[in-house]
């Protein structure tokens, strides 16, 4: 598969098509099986409460992986996606309740890197609850 995204009709600035993603306590307890990552602080609320948190919270991972699907729905193509990196700064509480927790993702092209190689520099602003939960958050692509 190859990136459906021309280097050629990407500039510096283009947005991409921002995303919101919903996270509920069901999300998390099929994200600890599929990640093998089974600690508490992801899916009992009295044990994270009982640690200092405000409730049961993300994984770090899920959320990470969560905002890199606006760059690979974008692309058309995941493996374009070539280099990718965080700072977690804030976690993503989930409540329970019917509405759970929201992940929003905004990202726009920061740099043409390597005209070569056609690739750019993208990066992501990551909130939930209207705190940033992702900081540092740039993705290397390599477009068609």
């Known amino acids: 598969m190859t990136a459906q995204i021309a280097y050629a009709d990407v500039e510096v600035g283009t947005e991409l098509p921002a995303r919101t993603f919903p996270v509920d ?9 599929a990640s093998g990552d089974f600690n508490p602080i992801h899916w009992n609320e009295r044990f994270a409460k009982d640690v200092g948190l405000p409730d049961v919270i993300a994984h770090g991972m899920f959320t990470m992986a969560e905002a890199a699907r606006v760059i690979t729905d974008w692309t058309g193509d995941p493996g374009a996606l070539v280099e990718y990196g965080v700072r977690f700064t804030k976690p993503v509480v989930v409540p329970d309740d019917d509405q759970g927790a929201a992940i ?9 890197l390597d005209d ?9 602003t990551v909130s939930s609850a209207g705190a940033k939960v992702l900081g540092m958050s740039r993705a290397v692509v390599r477009l068609a």
């Open 104 to 112: 929003e993702v905004a990202a726009k092209v920061a740099k043409k």
């Open 116 to 124: 070569e190689a056609r690739t750019v520099q993208v990066d992501l």
């Open 25 to 33: 306590r069901e999300r998390l307890i099929r994200y600890a099986g």
